[in-house]
């Protein structure tokens, strides 16, 4: 009854055929019936763990499809949780679906892995593919953003590619209908004063990439693409003296005052696109004192902003 009330089965009205749906064979399925050809022939769901000190080690632990146990969803869901959370301060153990003193990492690092998961395109050739190591943790799925890079931080809105899949994960008390369960992320990282996490999309393949720094957002020794995300970050001039982020922010209202692109701002104020498009462009947006220029295709590459009118 369970699994036909979030739609993993379901009876056909026209032949009164009953079975599991799509949805219900990625979370409970074998792993020989998913990856048939007549449901996701090219499911694969990986966890590499790389904690060694030892460079030649590809991994210090793995799970993936081994055939040891059903690669479903449900299975890797829990299995994957788990291995994370230990990994984290004040480490517990999941009883069955029972969840105890879980930290605000916990719920951070919990709902990027159910955000994988709920966008992930199963239809598309690729691989989920979370990888722990020392300073990050990667959550890579196929497909491509519904949303633009911009919603996704400012959690205002969201279109899930797997609503079953997701209704499943609400049902269990994770996940978040309301948004795209980047408000827990970001606000997560912004808590634990991690870097502000960066969502990078691939295309051919097309993938989208969740990477969740776990520095602390002052350790400005750690950089990704020869930039640092500081939740707390505050800018300089071209005189090097220390900008406040209200400072910063009437500085990008008097640069909107003509359509503008991220890039162009942070040419022009020194800060890193992540920064700008984590923080300050969404929280911007939400005060109304920017608006886009292309507000019904949000995920265009050609996005700019200026000063609402």
Same mark, same amino acid.
């Given at each position: 009854?369970?699994?036909?009330?979030?739609?993993?089965?379901?009876?056909?009205?026209?032949?009164? =055929?009953?079975?599991?749906?799509?949805?219900?064979?990625?979370?409970?399925?074998?792993?020989?019936?998913?990856?048939?050809?007549?449901?996701?022939? *090219?499911?694969?769901?990986?966890?590499?763990?790389?904690?060694?000190?030892?460079?030649?080690?590809?991994?210090?632990?793995?799970?993936?499809?081994?055939?040891? *146990?059903?690669?479903?969803?449900?299975?890797?869901?829990?299995?994957?949780?788990?291995?994370?959370?230990?990994?984290?301060?004040?480490?517990?153990?999941?009883?069955?679906?029972?969840?105890?003193?879980?930290?605000?990492?916990?719920?951070?690092?919990?709902?990027?892995?159910?955000?994988?998961?709920? $966008?992930?395109?199963?239809?598309?050739?690729?691989?989920?593919?979370?990888?722990?190591?020392?300073?990050?943790?990667?959550?890579?799925?196929?497909?491509?953003?519904?949303?633009?890079?911009?919603?996704?931080?400012?959690?205002?809105?969201?279109?899930?590619?797997?609503?079953?899949?997701?209704?499943?994960?609400?049902?269990?008390?994770?996940?978040?209908?309301?948004?795209?369960?980047?408000?827990?992320?970001?606000?997560?990282?912004?808590?634990?004063?991690?870097?502000?996490?960066?969502?990078?999309? $691939?295309?051919?393949?097309?993938?989208?990439?969740?990477?969740?720094?776990?520095?602390?957002?002052?350790?400005?020794?750690?950089?990704?693409?020869?930039?640092?995300?500081?939740?707390?970050?505050?800018?300089?001039?071209? $005189?090097?003296?220390?900008?406040?982020?209200?400072?910063?922010?009437?500085?990008?209202?008097?640069?909107?005052?003509? *359509?503008?692109?991220?890039?162009?701002?942070?040419?022009?104020?020194?800060?890193?696109?992540?920064?700008?498009?984590?923080?300050?462009?969404?929280?911007?947006?939400?005060?109304?004192?920017?608006?886009? =220029?292309?507000?019904?295709?949000?995920?265009?590459?050609?996005?700019?902003?200026?000063?609402?009118?």
């Amino acid at each position: 009854m369970y699994k036909r009330q979030i739609g993993a089965y379901r009876v056909d009205r026209e032949n009164g =055929q009953e079975g599991f749906t799509r949805a219900g064979i990625l979370m409970f399925g074998k792993t020989e019936s998913i990856t048939d050809q007549a449901c996701c022939p *090219w499911y694969f769901v990986d966890y590499q763990e790389k904690l060694s000190n030892n460079t030649n080690e590809r991994w210090s632990d793995r799970i993936y499809a081994d055939g040891s *146990w059903n690669a479903n969803l449900y299975q890797f869901f829990f299995k994957v949780y788990n291995k994370l959370a230990q990994t984290l301060p004040a480490p517990f153990l999941l009883n069955g679906i029972e969840r105890t003193e879980e930290t605000s990492a916990h719920i951070t690092v919990r709902e990027a892995l159910v955000n994988c998961i709920v $966008h992930c395109n199963y239809a598309e050739q690729g691989n989920i593919l979370i990888v722990r190591e020392k300073d990050k943790i990667t959550f890579r799925n196929p497909g491509r953003m519904l949303i633009s890079v911009d919603d996704f931080y400012v959690g205002s809105q969201s279109v899930c590619r797997n609503p079953i899949i997701q209704k499943f994960f609400i049902q269990l008390g994770y996940g978040e209908k309301a948004g795209s369960g980047a408000d827990y992320i970001v606000k997560g990282a912004i808590d634990n004063k991690w870097h502000i996490p960066a969502l990078v999309e $691939h295309v051919q393949p097309d993938t989208v990439s969740l990477y969740l720094y776990l520095n602390k957002a002052n350790d400005t020794s750690y950089d990704t693409n020869g930039t640092s995300y500081d939740a707390n970050d505050t800018s300089s001039n071209e $005189h090097g003296q220390r900008l406040t982020k209200e400072t910063l922010i009437n500085r990008v209202l008097e640069l909107c005052e003509d *359509w503008i692109t991220i890039d162009e701002i942070s040419e022009k104020t020194g800060k890193s696109r992540q920064y700008l498009r984590g923080r300050i462009i969404p929280e911007m947006l939400k005060l109304g004192l920017l608006e886009k =220029q292309y507000p019904d295709a949000s995920t265009s590459p050609n996005q700019k902003y200026r000063k609402k009118q």
